[in-house]
């Protein structure tokens, strides 16, 4: 494991990422934009799952665009977020809030396409799925604040 | 007053506030920074991570069944809430770096963006919306707004990127 991702840090790419801030910033830039997508269809796909607003619409009014909307976002995001990590491979892998943003995110990743996809459009189970998904979505948005920020 | 002057006294203002003891805690305490940044971030993906859904619908881009006021008055709370968290910790933040930010080229490309998604949502306010009677329920509706709602995921997205940037070149040198 170590040595892969030493490998990845050696590449031209990471190299060229990490150096040049312009591009570091450029990545991260476009990484929040997926993040506010996904999180964006999270809340809105979510709270009428959860029968918080547009109660009076059927859900699938309502959720099927920004339940995509968060799957344009998660690939945006995971893209630029891999471009970010190459650089860093060997102290992210090694950092706890980095650690446990992973593990929420497989998390959240696998629920939204075995759970969240299927449940946004049906009315049982629509309130659980819609609150866990939430949940876990914005575990991943603090660990990501916590790691960029505290490391 | 020439337009040196005014750089002047802004900076000057910019100083002061520095000098104030909400941005010394600011800038100097260890978790000051770090708590006030993840709330401006986590406020921004909220805000206008729902406002889009609302210019989406107005773009005629998606929910074509979800009359446009009911969706403006049920997400509207929520990007509103948003934006005050954004806005009073990117003030606060502000107050510690006043003077690194002013000078920063992406923090006024910033600023110059956020104004002209004040001036669009204002227009739409007073002169497009006044007639949502007549579209209120259209999948597609007319030209202005739908240029409202293209209009604010555009400077939004331009604010969010002046913004990532400027944190990447504000500290250097």
New interface residues.
């Given amino acids: 494991m170590g040595s892969l991702l030493a490998w990845v840090q050696a590449t031209p790419l990471a190299t060229t990422i990490g150096g040049s801030t312009l591009l570091t910033g450029f990545l991260s830039a476009i990484h929040l934009l997926g993040l506010t997508l996904l999180v964006g269809g999270a809340v809105v796909s979510s709270l009428r799952m959860l029968g918080i607003i547009l109660t009076d619409r059927p859900l699938d009014d309502v959720t099927p665009g920004p339940v995509r909307g968060m799957f344009v976002g998660m690939a945006i995001s995971v893209a630029s977020g891999l471009l970010l990590f190459a650089p860093r491979a060997s102290a992210a892998a090694e950092n706890s809030f980095f650690q446990v943003k992973m593990l929420l995110l497989g998390a959240a990743i696998a629920f939204y396409f075995a759970v969240y996809r299927g449940a946004s459009r049906r009315i049982d189970h629509a309130r659980l799925a819609g609150g866990i998904g939430l949940l876990l979505w914005a575990g991943v948005a603090v660990a990501g604040c916590a790691f960029i920020l505290l490391e | 007053m020439s337009l040196l002057n005014v750089s002047e006294s802004i900076l000057r203002a910019c100083e002061w506030l520095e000098n104030t003891q909400l941005g010394i805690l600011v800038r100097e305490s260890l978790y000051g920074?770090?708590i006030l940044?993840?709330i401006h971030?986590?406020g921004?993906?909220?805000s206008?991570?729902?406002?889009?859904?609302f210019d989406?619908r107005l773009a005629g881009?998606?929910?074509p069944?979800?009359p446009v006021s009911?969706?403006y008055r049920?997400?509207m709370p929520?990007t509103l809430a948003g934006f005050i968290i954004m806005f009073v910790s990117g003030a606060m933040l502000f107050t510690g770096f006043a003077t690194k930010a002013y000078g920063n080229v992406y923090f006024r490309v910033k600023l110059a963006a956020i104004v002209l998604a004040g001036a669009n949502a204002l227009l739409y306010h007073l002169v497009t919306e006044r007639r949502i009677a007549d579209w209120n329920d259209a999948a597609r509706p007319p030209m202005a707004a739908r240029a409202a709602g293209l209009i604010s995921i555009v400077v939004w997205?331009i604010v969010?990127?002046a913004?990532?940037?400027m944190?990447?070149?504000m500290f250097?040198g």
């Fill in positions: 920074f770090p940044a993840a971030i986590l921004l993906t909220v206008v991570g729902t406002l889009i859904w989406l881009v998606s929910m069944r979800c009911s969706l049920r997400l929520w997205t969010i990127m913004g990532r940037m944190s990447y070149t250097s």
